[in-house]
T-cell receptor, first 111, second 114 residues
C-alpha cells in the first residue's frame, strides 16, 4: 500500500539537506490548499499553493504534493537553508473566504 | 505594495479597558480577515469582510467587534476582554474573498489582557 507521511510537530534537518513537511487535511470538499511559513514575531507568509485538480506544483526550491485519496499534503524544500527555519502551516479552503489551518511543523535547520 | 500593516504591534489592556486594533492594506483587495493565534497553535478565523460587509462571523464573543470603515481599513474593537483572550491577532486581505485566493497577512498585534 501507499505510505503516507506522518505530521510531525518538529523537524530538524542539516543545512543543505532536503526537508519534507507533511499535513493531513480534514475536508474532502476542499479544493484549494496553501502552505505558509511563519517566522518568529511575524505573520504567516505565503509559500506555494495548489488546486485540487493538480497533484504536484513546483516553485523555487519548494514542491507541494497533493494526495486527495488520503487527504494528504506535503511540502518539500530542496537544499534547506538556515533562513528556512520557521513554523510551517498548511491551510485548506472549501468555502469562499474560509481558510482552516492545520497544526504547524517547526522546522529547525542546523548549520 | 504587497503589505498589510497592523497597529499597534503590542497592546496590554485591563479587563475593563476599551481598545482598538487597526489593519490597513493598499493592494486594492476587497476582502479582509481577522484571525486569532494562540502560542504554538495555528491561526483561527474570527471574521471575514467582503466588499466592506461582514460575511463571516465564526461565533466570536460580542466583546470583539469588527468594523470595516472602507475597503482599505479594518478595525477590531475590544471591550471587557478576558485573560484567555491574550493572543496574537492577525489581519489578512485577499482579492475579493473567493475560494481560491491567496491571503496576505500582516505581522499581527500581540495582545495581553491582565
Amino acid at each position: 500500500g501507499e505510505s503516507v507521511g506522518l505530521h510531525l510537530p518538529t523537524l530538524s534537518v542539516q543545512e543543505g539537506d532536503n526537508s519534507i513537511i507533511n499535513c493531513a487535511y480534514s475536508n474532502s470538499a476542499s479544493d484549494y490548499f496553501i502552505w505558509y511559513k511563519q517566522e518568529s514575531g511575524k505573520g504567516p507568509q505565503f509559500i506555494i499553493d495548489i488546486r485540487s485538480n493538480m497533484d504536484k506544483r513546483q516553485g523555487q526550491r519548494v514542491t507541494v504534493l497533493l494526495n486527495k485519496t488520503v487527504k494528504h499534503l506535503s511540502l518539500q524544500i530542496a537544499a534547506t537553508q538556515p533562513g528556512d527555519s520557521a513554523v510551517y502551516f498548511c491551510a485548506e479552503k472549501f468555502d469562499a473566504g474560509k481558510s482552516t489551518f492545520g497544526d504547524g511543523t517547526t522546522l529547525t535547520v542546523k548549520p | 505594495d504587497t503589505e498589510v500593516t497592523q497597529t499597534p504591534k503590542h497592546l496590554v489592556m485591563g479587563m475593563t479597558n476599551k481598545k482598538s486594533l487597526k489593519c490597513e492594506q493598499h493592494m486594492g483587495h476587497r476582502a479582509m480577515y481577522w484571525y486569532k493565534q494562540k502560542a504554538k497553535k495555528p491561526p483561527e478565523l474570527m471574521f471575514v469582510y467582503s466588499y466592506e460587509k461582514l460575511s463571516i462571523n465564526e461565533s466570536v464573543p460580542s466583546r470583539f467587534s469588527p468594523e470595516c470603515p472602507n475597503s482599505s481599513l479594518l478595525n477590531l474593537h475590544l471591550h471587557a476582554l478576558q485573560p484567555e483572550d491574550s493572543a496574537l491577532y492577525l489581519c489578512a486581505s485577499s482579492l475579493a474573498g473567493g475560494a481560491q485566493e491567496t491571503q496576505y497577512f500582516g505581522p499581527g498585534t500581540r495582545l495581553l489582557v491582565l
